[in-house]
């Protein structure tokens, strides 16, 4: 079993920052991924961003160049740098990893960008 906490959502003005983290505790023995996805209200959940235990990174095209997501293996642990917030990032964020073959989902944390 494993268990995401998950931190760092609230509210922003536009132009500003968050930095969310979600922190893998349980018998983790490999964790192959981790990533963030974000559901807005009425829309589908959607791929934000994902890093797979080698290193290598992928975003969806609509936060290119103003999130960032990094890992600290040592402490299970997975970021997601978010700069230039704009209204339409307004959503749940929720932290997945994924372990040897089975998907972990955090409980989501608030993110709401407005003036």
């Known amino acids: 079993q494993v268990q995401l906490v998950e931190s760092g959502g609230g509210l922003v003005q536009p132009g500003g920052s968050l930095r969310l983290s979600c922190v893998a505790s349980?018998?983790?023995?490999?964790?192959?991924?981790m990533g963030w996805y974000r559901q807005a209200p009425g829309k589908q959940r959607e791929l934000v961003a994902r890093i797979t235990s080698g290193g290598s990174t992928s975003y969806a095209d609509s936060v290119k160049g103003r999130f960032t997501i990094s890992r600290d293996n040592a402490k299970n642990t997975v970021y997601l740098q978010m700069n230039s917030l704009k209204p339409e990032d307004t959503a749940v964020y929720y932290c997945n990893v994924l372990v040897t073959f089975l998907n972990y989902w955090g409980q989501g944390t608030q993110v709401t960008v407005s003036s």
């Open positions: 349980g018998s983790i023995l490999s964790i192959n991924a």
